[in-house]
C-alpha cells in the first residue's frame, strides 16, 4: 500500500479530484448536503497527500521528484510523464489548499451545486496536472482542460456581466492557447520529442533539427516558438497590456471562482514562462528581457492606479492582482536577463514566493469581498461606511489580509516584493525604482478600500442589516492568515525549497 | 539569563501580550491592560538589565553583545537578521523602555478605566460621558470609560513590539520590519477613533505620507544590499574598506557617489517618519489620535526611529568626509534639518490648539537633531534623541492631562468649546498642580533653560557642534528656531497654566488621577537628570564635575571621526540669549491675554501671521498638484483611457473585425451551399436567422464565432503540420 502510494504520488494527487468529481455524478442533485460536503472531503485527501510530498520531497535531491513515466501517444512519442521541482512542488500545494477552502467558501451556493462541485474538482485536475506535466503536449492538455471549467463557472454562477466577462476570458486565452498549441507543436516536430527533461537538454542548444518544419530555418522556427509561448504565458499572467480580460473575469466570478482564478489560474502564465520560456530560449529570455522588465513595471504602476481609481470592491482587488503579479514577472524578467548570478537567483526566489504568496492573500480578499457581498448585496465602496464599528472581527480579519497583500513587513508579501527588488535592483535599476511609484499606490489602493468599507461615520442604513463573519467563514480564512504570518515572520521553510529548485535549474 | 534570552524577550513580551489580547482577553478591560503592562514590563526590566551590562562592558563598541539568526536563503548563502546591542542600542533601548511603560500605565487613566460605561458611546467614537443618578436625586456627567479599551491596548503592545525589534536589531532589514509595522500600528492608532472623518483622513495621510519615504528607504536598503553584499550594521556601515569604495564609486545619478546616493535614499525614510519638510504635513493631522498615542509616536518612539535611522547610517551619509567640507548627503541633512527646524517654529507660534504646538515643536526639534547629524555632530544628535524622548513625551502626556482635566470641566460646565484651545484655558496651576510643575519642567527643557535641565545641555551642544563645525548659516538657523521655541513654549505654558481661567470649563477643572500623574513625575525626573549624562569637559565651573559619559560612551561607536566642540563661549552665550529671552518674551506677550482676546501676534505678525497659521498652505498645495493629479490619473487615465477606451476598445474592435468575417462566410458561403439543398433549405434559412438574431443581441455573441473561427484555424494548422511531417498514420 505504501508502495504503490509513494511510487503513484503525483497521478493520485492528480487524478482523485477527478474521481470525487465522477462520484459526485452518481448523487441526486437534489442532496445538496451530500454533495457539498462530498466534494469538501474529497479534495480535502488531495491536500493530505500534497503535505505528504511536501514531507518526502528532498530539496537537495534531483530536480524532479516522484517521476511517473508511461506510454500515453507513442505515435507522436508523447509521454504521461509526471514530476515535481521546488517550485512546481509549492505550486501544487497552494493548489490543493486553495481548492477545499474554496469549496467550502462555496457552501452558500444554491443553484446547480452538483454542476458547481463537479466543474470545481475538475478545474484542480487540471490545474494541477500543468504544474506535474513533464511532458509538453501533457502540458497543453491540462492547461485546456483547466480553461473550460472557469469558463462555465463564470458564465453559470457569475454576476450581472457574466456572459460578457466570459466570453472575453475564453477568448483571451483561447487566443493565448493558440500560440501555446503553435509552439507546443513547432517544438515536437523539429525535435521529435515532447519529453520536457530531453527538450531541455537539446532544444537550447539545438542546431540541426530531426524533422524539417515547411523548411524554415531553425532560428525562425526558435523565434516563433519563443514568441507563441510569451503570448500565450503573458496573456495568462497578465502581463501588461493583455489584462484588460482579468478586471472583467475576477469581477464576474463566483467568489469561490475569483479565489481560484487569482490564486491558482494567474500563476499557470507565470509557471510556464520559469518552466518553459527561461530553460528553453534561454538567449531569446536574455534578449527581450528588457522589454519584459519594461511591461512588468508598467503592469506594477499601472495596475495599482487602475486598483485605487475603482468603486467597485472587486473591481479594485482584481486589479491589485496586475499590480502583484508585476512583480513576479519583474523577478522573471530578472532572472531571464541575469541568468544564475545571485540577483537573478533572489528575484527568481522572490518571483515564485511572490506567486505563493499572491496566491494567499489573493483568495483571501476575493473571498472577504464575497463575505460582505453575500450580506450587503453590493460591491459599491461608497455604500459603505464605519463597517467597523458593526464587524470587529471581519474587520480586523480585512485589514488583516489587506496589510498582507499591501507588503506589510511581518506578513508575507513583504517578503517576496523585498526578493524581487533586492534582486531587479542591480540588474533593472530605472524599472525598479520606477515601480516603486506602483508600490506607493498599493498602498493607496489598500487604504482606500479600507478607508470606505471600515472606517468613517457609520452608515446607518446597515445597522440591523449586516451580520458578523461566521464560523465557516472563519475556517476559510484562518489557514490562508496563519500561512501569511508564518512566511512573513519565518521564511526560510518554504524559500529554502525553492532557492534549491532555482539553484538546479540555472 | 543570557544575552540571547534577554534581547529576544524585549521585543516578544509585548507581541506575546498583543496576541493574547486580540485572541483571548479583550472581553475584559482589567486584564487586557494588565496583560499589556506586563508585556512592557517585561520587556522593560529586559532592557535595563541589558542596558546595565552595555555601560559596564568594557569597550562596547568594538565587541558588541550580539547574536543573528539564519532569515532567509538567497543562493548559497544566508541572509540573517539578528540582534545587536551597541552603545547607540543601549541608550535608545533606555529611554524607549522608559517612556514605553510610563505612557502604557498613563493610558489606563487617559482612557478612564474604572468609569461607567457611556451613555451613548459607540466603538470608533471618542467616549462622550456617562450620567451617574445620585442617591438624593439629581444627575451629574462624569467622563465615561473607553469602548474599545482593550483594543487600544492591543494595538500599543504591537507598537511597543515593533519599537522594541527595530532598537535591538543588527540589521536594515530588520529595522525596516519593525519600522513599517509601527507604521501601521501610528495609522491603526491615529485612526482609532475611526468613526470621526478627521481621524479616518489623519490615520490614511500619515500611512502614505511616511509611505513615500519608505519606497525610496527600500530602494536604499535594497542598494546597500547589492552593493555590499550584507546589511548588518557593522559589516555594511562599520568597515572603513566598504564605505571607502563606496566613497569612491560613482552612482551616476546626479554626481553622487555611491555612498551619498544610498545614504540619501535611506534618509528620506527618515524624511518621512520623521515629519521633516516636505513630508512634514502627516505629523500634526496626526493629533487626531488618542494622547498616549500622540506620545508614543510624537516622542519615544516612532519618530525618534526616523533619527535613530540616520545616525545608524551616519557612517554612510558622512563617508568620504575628512572633518572639512560635508559630503553632498550630509549637506542634505544640514539643510532639511535646519530648514524644518526653524520653518515649523513659525507654524507653532500660533497655533491655539495645546497638542498642534506641541506637534510642530517636534517636528522642529526633530530637525534639530538631523541638522547636528548634518554637520557630523554624531554625538550631539544622540544625546538630543534622548533628552528629547523623555520632555516631549512628558509634554504630551502633560497635556492629555490637561485635556482630560478640561474635558472633565466642559462635562461639568456643558459648554460648547474645544477643550484643547488653549485660549479657552488659563489659570489651571491651581487646579492641577502637579501637570503644572511637570510640564513647566517639560517646557523649559524643551525651551533649554539653562543648566537645570536636560534640553539645555543637548542644545547647546548642537549649537556647538555647528558653530565649530564651521557651519555659520546652519548655526544661526538654529539659534533663531530655538529662539522661538522658547517663545512658543512660554505662550503655551502662559496661557494655559497662568492667569486667570476663560472659560467655565478652565474654572471646573481638576487634576487627574495618580495613575496619570506618576508617570508625569518619573518623565520629569528625566527630563532634568538626562542632561547631566552629557555635560561637556570645557564647560566653564560645572565642566569635569560629573564625567562627560554620554560623549565617551556614544562617541565611542563611532571611531576616529572628528567631533567638534566650539573653543569659543560664543555658542553658550547664544543658548543662553535665545532660551532665557525667549522664555520672557513669551511671558511678557501672552501673561495679559483675557477672555475672548485674539491672539496679541496676529497684529504686528499681520500677513505673516495668517501664513503660519496656515501652514504655509503646504497641504492645500500637495492637495493641487499632487493628490487631485492621482486621482485623476487612476480614475480617469488609467481606467477610462487607457483600459477601457484604447485596450478594450482594441479587443472589441477584434470581435467585430471576427464577427464580420462570420458575417461574410455565412452570407457568400454557407447560405449559398446550404440553401442548395432541399431539405436543408428550411432548415438553414432558419438557423442562419437565428444565428443572425443572435448576433444582433450584443457583442458578447460576436466573440463565439472567432472563438470557432480560431479553433477551425488551430485545427487545420495542426492537420498541415502533422501532414508535413509524414506522421500522421
Redesign the interface.
Known sequence: MMEFLTAHLLTLILFLPTVAALVLLFLPSTAVRALRWTALVTSLIPLGLSLLLWQRFNPGGELFQFVERAAWYP??HSDYHLGVDGIALTMVILTTLLTPLAILASFNVQQGVKAYMILFLLLETGMLGVFMSLDLLLFFVFWEVGLVPMYFLIHQWGGEKR??AS??F???T??GS?GL??AT??IG?VTGTYDLPRLLQIWPGLTTPE?N??GLPLATVKTIAFWAFVIAFAVKVPVW?F??WL?DAHTEAPTAGSMILAGVLLKLGAFGFIRLVLPLFPVESQLYAGWLAALACLAII?GG??????DDFKRLVAYSSINHMGFVVLGIATAALAGAS??G??AL?GAVLQMFNHGLYSAGMFFLVGVIYDRAHTRDLNAFG?L??LL?VYG?IL?FVS?ASLG???LNG??SE??V??GA??VFTLA??LS?IG???T??YT?KAL?KV?????NQNWKGHISEINGRELVVIAPLMVLMLVIGF???WI??VI?RAV?LWF | MTFETLVWLIPLAPLVAFGLI?LFTHPRRGLSHWTALVGAGVSFLASMILFVRAITTEGLAENPMQVAL???????TWLKIGALIDPVSAVTLFFVAWTVLMIFIYSVGYHNFGQPVGDHD???LPPHGATLREKKGGSRRVPSVEPMYSRFFALISLFAFAMFFLVISDNL?SL??G???MG?CS??LI?FW????SA?DA??KA??TT??GD??M??GI??L??ATGTLNYRAALGDPAVLERLATTDSGVLGLSLAGLLGILLFIGTIGKSAQFPLHIWLPDAMEGPTPVSAMIHAATMVSAGVYLSIRIFPLVSAGWDGGTLTQAMQVMAFIGAFTALFSATIALVQPDIKRVLAYSTISQLGYMIAALGVGAYVAATFHLVTHAFFKALLFLGSGSVIHGMEHGVLHSREEIDPQNMFHMGGLRKKMPFTFWTFLIGGFALSGFPLVTAGFWSKDEILSGAFGGGNLAVFITLALAALLTAFYTMRQITLTFLGEPRSKAAEHAHESRPVMIVPLIVLAFFAVTAGWAGIPQKFPLLGGIIPNWFDEFVGSTLRGEALHTAESYLPLITSLVVSLGGLYLGWRVYRGVQKGHPDPLEKPLGFLYRVFYYKYGIDELYQAVLVKP??W????????I??RLI??GI?DGI?KGAVWLGMVVRNYFDKPVVNGGGDGLSRGVRRSSEVLRLLQN???QY??V??LT??V??GA??TV?FI??G?L?
Open positions: 505515435a507522436i456572459h460578457y466570453l472575453k475564453i477568448l483571451f483561447m487566443g493558440l498549441l503553435l507543436q513547432m516536430v524533422n518544419l515547411f497590456p489584462h484588460t478586471p499601472l492606479l487602475g486598483a485605487f481609481g475603482q545571485l540577483d537567483t533572489i526566489n464605519g467597523y464599528a470587529p480586523s485589514i496589510m506589510l513587513p511581518g513583504f517578503v523585498f526578493m527588488v533586492r535592483w542591480p525598479t525604482a516603486m508600490l506607493f499606490f498602498g493607496a487604504l478607508w471600515l472606517h468613517g461615520p457609520l519565518w521564511p526560510a524559500v529554502d532557492n539553484g | 486580540v539564519n532569515w532567509l536563503p538567497t543562493g548559497n459607540q466603538p470608533g532589514l525596516y520590519i519600522w513599517e509595522i501601521f495609522y491603526m485612526g475611526y468613526g470621526k472623518k479616518r490615520a490614511v500611512f502614505l509611505r513615500v519606497v525610496f527600500l530602494l535594497v542598494g544590499y547589492s492621482a486621482v490619473l487612476a480614475e480617469v487615465f488609467t481606467y477610462r487607457l483600459d485596450l478594450d479587443v470581435g450584443g457583442r458578447v466573440y463565439m472567432l472563438t480560431m479553433v484555424l488551430a494548422l495542426i503540420l508535413q511531417s506522421r498514420p
